[in-house]
Protein backbone atom coordinates (compact mmCIF):
# COMPACT_ATOMS: atom_id res chain seq x y z
CA UNK A 1 0.00 0.00 0.00
CA UNK A 2 1.36 3.03 -1.21
CA UNK A 3 1.62 6.04 1.62
CA UNK A 4 -1.27 8.29 -0.88
CA UNK A 5 -3.90 4.79 -0.44
CA UNK A 6 -2.66 4.73 3.71
CA UNK A 7 -3.86 8.95 3.88
CA UNK A 8 -7.05 7.96 1.51
CA UNK A 9 -7.90 5.11 3.81
CA UNK A 10 -7.60 6.99 6.91
CA UNK A 11 -9.69 9.86 5.23
CA UNK A 12 -12.32 7.75 3.63
CA UNK A 13 -12.85 5.62 7.26
CA UNK A 14 -13.40 9.47 9.06
CA UNK A 15 -15.77 10.39 6.32
CA UNK A 16 -17.79 6.30 6.51
CA UNK A 17 -19.04 7.85 10.32
CA UNK A 18 -22.44 8.84 9.72
CA UNK A 19 -22.17 7.38 5.91
CA UNK A 20 -24.92 9.69 3.77
CA UNK A 21 -25.76 11.47 6.76
CA UNK A 22 -22.96 13.94 7.43
CA UNK A 23 -20.21 15.64 5.67
CA UNK A 24 -17.27 17.02 7.38
CA UNK A 25 -15.15 20.05 7.30
CA UNK A 26 -11.27 20.49 6.57
CA UNK A 27 -10.68 21.40 10.19
CA UNK A 28 -12.23 18.10 11.06
CA UNK A 29 -10.20 16.28 9.35
CA UNK A 30 -6.71 18.10 10.15
CA UNK A 31 -7.98 17.42 13.71
CA UNK A 32 -8.48 13.38 13.19
CA UNK A 33 -5.44 13.22 10.77
CA UNK A 34 -2.76 15.31 11.91
CA UNK A 35 -2.53 16.54 8.61
CA UNK A 36 -2.47 20.84 8.21
CA UNK A 37 -5.08 22.19 6.01
CA UNK A 38 -3.08 21.87 2.67
CA UNK A 39 -2.77 18.39 3.21
CA UNK A 40 -5.82 17.89 3.91
CA UNK A 41 -7.70 20.04 1.12
CA UNK A 42 -5.13 18.17 -1.35
CA UNK A 43 -6.38 14.84 -0.73
CA UNK A 44 -10.14 15.08 -0.03
CA UNK A 45 -10.12 17.09 -3.39
CA UNK A 46 -8.40 14.43 -5.05
CA UNK A 47 -11.26 11.92 -3.34
CA UNK A 48 -13.82 14.27 -4.48
CA UNK A 49 -12.38 14.41 -8.26
CA UNK A 50 -11.99 10.49 -8.10
CA UNK A 51 -15.44 10.59 -7.44
CA UNK A 52 -14.74 8.92 -4.11
CA UNK A 53 -16.13 12.07 -2.28
CA UNK A 54 -18.62 14.97 -2.64
CA UNK A 55 -18.52 18.41 -1.44
CA UNK A 56 -22.08 19.31 0.55
CA UNK A 57 -22.68 23.02 0.98
CA UNK A 58 -23.49 23.74 4.50
CA UNK A 59 -25.88 26.96 5.36
CA UNK A 60 -26.35 28.40 9.13
CA UNK A 61 -30.11 28.35 10.42
CA UNK A 62 -30.85 31.43 8.71
CA UNK A 63 -29.86 29.76 4.93
CA UNK A 64 -26.52 31.57 4.70
CA UNK A 65 -23.57 29.64 3.66
CA UNK A 66 -21.72 29.01 5.80
CA UNK A 67 -18.99 26.92 3.82
CA UNK A 68 -18.90 23.12 2.76
CA UNK A 69 -18.30 19.67 4.04
CA UNK A 70 -16.82 16.33 2.51
CA UNK A 71 -18.55 13.34 2.86
CA UNK A 72 -18.27 9.61 1.31
CA UNK A 73 -20.17 8.46 -2.02
CA UNK A 74 -21.28 5.12 -2.80
CA UNK A 75 -18.44 4.89 -5.26
CA UNK A 76 -15.66 5.92 -2.62
CA UNK A 77 -17.11 3.47 -0.09
CA UNK A 78 -16.08 0.36 -2.58
CA UNK A 79 -12.68 2.05 -3.03
CA UNK A 80 -12.56 2.11 0.80
CA UNK A 81 -13.27 -1.70 0.67
CA UNK A 82 -10.94 -2.42 -1.61
CA UNK A 83 -8.15 -0.40 0.45
CA UNK A 84 -9.07 -2.16 3.38
CA UNK A 85 -8.41 -5.48 1.58
CA UNK A 86 -5.28 -4.02 0.39
CA UNK A 87 -4.12 -3.52 3.82
CA UNK A 88 -4.26 -6.98 4.95
Avoid at 1 to 12: A, D, W
Avoid at 16 to 39: A, H, L, N, P, W
Wanted: charged letters at 30%; glycine letters at 10%; a neutral charge.
Amino acid sequence: MTPVEQIELKLLNLMCIGYDEISYSFVYFEKETGMDREQVRGHIRSLRNRGYAKQEPWVNDDLIPAGSGYGLTAKGKEYLQKLKEKQQ
